[in-house]
C-alpha cells in the first residue's frame, strides 16, 4: 500500500525520483515499524498540500543524478494558482477568438439587400414607364412599388447605378456600389469563401505551427487578416472583395488556432474544459462589438476601416507573450522552455526551482513516426469499429456546422433590423457556453450529443407552426432562437467528444478531416436561406431530420467522460465490445 501510495504521488507530481518515496518505503517494509509509516504518511500528506518547489533542488538519498520533472508537472504546479494574472493571461492569448465573429459576420452589415427600395428616388425612364403602368392598373398613387423583387423581376437593375438614381439611403452599402441588389447568391458566396480560406489555413497551419511556433505563426496570420480587412476600405470592385474573405479567413483561423494551441499548452489539463468555454464566450463578445461598430458607422467601407484596426490590436498581446514552453522542448530549446515556465510562476507568486533539474515531455513520451494520410485510412479501413466511430463524427460535424451557420446566416429572412437579430444570436450563443459544462458534466458526451441535437429537432419540427405575432416576430423566429442554444453547444460538443473517440494514432487525422467537412457545410450554410427560398416547412423539415437522425446515430458511439483514452485502432474495438455497443460486421482485425 505504501508503494502504491507513493507510485501515485510520483505519477501526480510527474516524474519527481522514485527514490525519494521508495527509500522510505522500502526502510518501513523491512523494518515494520508503524511510527515509520505514521512519519511517512504525514510527510506525503505534507507534499500534497506545500507547493513542491521546496523539493526541486533537493536530490534524492540514493539518487546520483539531478531530479527528473515533466512539463505537465510544472504547470499543473503553475495552474493551479487562483490568482487572476493567469487568467487574465489566458483572456488575452484568447482575445482573438471574437475576431472570428467579426470577420465571418461582416457581410451582413456591409453588403445587406435593402428589402424595400423606396430609399431611392428614381429618375429612370424605364422606371418612371413602369411607375404610371402601376399607377394606371391600380389607381394607387403612394403604394410602395421599388421593392426588390419588383425591380429584379422586371430587369430594372440593369438600369441600377448612381448615374440613374438618386439613392436615399441612410447607410450605404457595397451591394449597390457593386451592382449586386439582384445577386443575392453572389454576396451568399462572400460569405462563404471565409470558410474556404479556413480550408486553407487548415492544410497549411500545421506545418507552420511546427516551424514558426504557435505565437508567431498565429500573430503573422492576424496580421494578415487585419490588412486584408483595412485594404477591403478601398475595395473597388466585387472581384477584390472575393480576395479580401479569403485573406480574412485564412488569417482568423490561423491565429485563432494558434491562439488555442498555445492557450491549451500552458493549461493544466482538467481545466482545459473551462478555459475552452472562456474562449467561446470570448467568441460571443464580437456579436454585440461588430453590432455597436455597424450601428454607430454609416458606411460600409468605415466599416472595414474600424474593424481592422480592432482586430490588430487584439493580436498585440502575441508580441508580449513568450512562447509555448510546449513547442520550445519540441524543438529542443530547453532552457529557453525553463525560463519561460519560471517567468509564469513568479507571476503566479509560486516557488519553481528548475536549476539541476532535467526537463521532459514526458515520463514514457515516445515519439510516433510520420505516416501519410493514405496509411491512416488503410487503417480506418481495416478496423470496422474505427471506420464506423470516424464516419459518425464526420456526420456530426457535418450537421452541427451546418445547422450554426444555417441559423445565423439566415436571421434576416424574419425581417428585423440586423443589430437585433445578431444581439440575440450571440445571446443565444453565450447562453449555450454557459450551460456547456454542467451539462456535460449530467449527461456525459454521448448522451449529452443526443440531448443537443435531439432537442434541435425538436425546435425545427414546432418552427413548422404558422403562428405569427407581428411583422417580425412568429414562432418560427423564437424557435430558431432556441434552437441556436443547442446546436451551439453541440458543436461545441464535437471538439471534446472527437477528441476522446478518437486513438491517440489517429486523433490528428480526425480532428483534421472532421474540420475539413466542417468548413464545407460552413461554406454552405449561408446558400440554405437563398437555395429553399420562401419554401420554409421544407426548409424546416431537412433540418429537423439532419438533427434527428444525429441524435439517433450519436447512440451508437460509446461513452467517453471518466475512460480512459484510446492509445491504437484496437482499443477503439475493445471498448466498443465492454460498452456492448454494435461493432461492424466486417473489415474488423483484431491487431488493425
Not at 454585440?288 to 490590436?313: A, D, G, K
Not at 413548422?464 to 434552437?483: C, D, G, Q
Request: proline share 4%.
Amino acid at each position: 500500500n505504501v508503494i502504491k501510495l507513493s507510485s501515485g504521488i510520483n505519477a501526480e507530481y510527474g516524474g519527481i525520483d522514485p527514490a525519494y518515496f521508495n527509500f522510505a518505503a522500502i526502510r518501513i517494509v523491512r523494518r515494520k515499524s508503524a511510527v515509520s509509516l505514521f512519519i511517512l504518511r504525514f510527510v506525503i500528506q505534507s507534499i500534497q498540500e506545500k507547493d513542491m518547489g521546496d523539493l526541486g533542488a533537493t536530490k534524492p538519498p540514493t539518487a546520483e543524478k539531478g531530479l527528473t520533472m515533466t512539463i505537465d508537472a510544472a504547470i499543473n504546479r503553475i495552474g493551479k494558482s487562483p490568482t487572476v494574472t493567469m487568467v487574465l493571461v489566458a483572456t488575452l492569448a484568447m482575445s482573438c477568438s471574437f475576431v472570428g465573429t467579426l470577420y465571418a459576420y461582416i457581410v451582413e452589415f456591409t453588403g445587406f439587400i435593402p428589402e424595400e427600395m423606396e430609399q431611392f428616388s428614381c429618375v429612370s425612364q424605364k422606371c418612371l414607364d413602369l411607375k404610371s403602368k402601376f399607377v394606371l392598373d391600380t389607381g394607387e398613387v403612394n403604394k410602395t412599388l421599388y421593392e426588390v423583387a419588383t425591380i429584379c423581376d422586371s430587369g430594372m437593375e440593369r438600369d441600377i447605378d448612381y448615374n440613374k438614381y438618386t439613392w436615399d439611403l441612410s447607410r450605404t452599402t457595397f451591394a449597390i456600389d457593386f451592382n449586386l441588389i439582384c445577386k443575392g447568391s453572389s454576396i451568399s458566396l462572400l460569405k462563404s469563401l471565409y470558410f474556404v480560406g479556413g480550408t486553407i489555413s487548415l492544410l497549411l497551419s500545421t506545418v507552420l505551427f511546427e516551424s514558426l511556433g504557435r505565437r508567431k505563426t498565429a500573430f503573422v496570420a492576424g496580421a494578415i487578416g487585419s490588412v486584408a480587412t483595412f485594404v477591403g476600405m478601398f475595395s473597388p470592385n466585387y472581384e477584390m472583395m472575393a480576395i479580401i474573405r479569403l485573406l480574412q479567413g485564412f488569417g482568423n483561423f490561423t491565429a485563432y488556432g494558434g491562439c488555442y494551441i498555445w492557450v491549451l499548452e500552458f493549461v493544466p489539463e482538467k481545466y482545459r474544459v473551462y478555459y475552452n468555454t472562456w474562449s467561446m464566450l470570448i467568441w460571443c463578445i464580437g456579436y454585440p462589438l461588430l453590432v455597436f461598430i455597424s450601428y454607430i458607422t454609416y458606411t460600409w467601407r468605415n466599416i472595414f476601416l474600424v474593424v481592422s484596426i480592432v482586430t490588430i490590436v487584439t493580436y498585440i498581446p502575441l508580441l508580449i507573450l513568450p512562447d509555448s514552453p510546449r513547442f520550445l522542448m519540441s524543438i529542443g530549446r530547453v532552457g529557453e522552455a525553463k525560463t519561460v515556465l519560471k517567468k509564469y510562476a513568479n507571476l503566479a507568486n509560486i516557488s519553481l526551482e528548475l536549476d539541476g533539474v532535467t526537463l521532459v515531455v514526458g515520463e514514457n513520451a515516445t515519439k510516433t513516426e510520420s505516416v501519410s494520410i493514405l496509411t491512416r485510412l488503410k487503417e480506418i479501413w481495416n478496423n470496422g469499429a474505427l471506420f464506423l466511430e470516424t464516419i459518425l463524427q464526420w456526420y456530426l460535424w457535418f450537421t452541427c456546422c451546418l445547422l450554426f451557420y444555417f441559423l445565423n446566416y439566415g436571421w434576416s429572412s424574419f425581417g428585423d433590423t440586423p443589430y437585433i437579430n445578431y444581439l440575440f444570436a450571440g445571446l443565444g450563443e453565450a447562453i449555450a457556453y454557459v450551460i456547456l459544462v454542467p451539462e456535460i458534466n449530467i449527461f456525459g458526451r454521448r448522451k449529452g450529443m443526443v440531448f443537443c441535437l435531439g432537442a434541435s429537432c425538436t425546435c425545427f419540427l414546432l418552427a413548422m407552426i404558422p403562428w405569427t405575432w407581428s411583422e417580425v416576430w412568429s414562432f418560427e423566429r423564437l424557435m430558431n432562437l432556441v434552437a441556436i442554444v443547442f446546436v451551439s453547444d453541440g458543436f461545441a460538443l464535437a471538439f471534446l467528444y472527437t477528441n476522446e473517440l478518437a486513438p491517440t494514432t489517429h486523433r490528428g487525422f480526425a480532428l483534421s478531416s472532421s474540420s475539413v467537412i466542417a468548413r464545407f457545410a460552413a461554406f454552405l450554410g449561408p446558400f440554405v436561406t437563398d437555395i429553399f427560398g420562401n419554401h420554409n416547412t421544407l426548409k424546416l423539415a431537412i433540418t429537423a431530420f439532419l438533427a434527428g437522425a444525429g441524435a439517433l446515430l450519436s447512440l451508437l458511439l460509446p461513452e467517453t467522460k471518466k475512460m480512459p483514452i484510446p492509445e491504437q485502432p484496437r482499443d477503439v474495438t475493445i471498448r466498443r465490445k465492454e460498452q456492448n455497443l454494435v461493432n461492424p460486421c466486417c473489415n474488423v482485425r483484431e491487431d488493425a
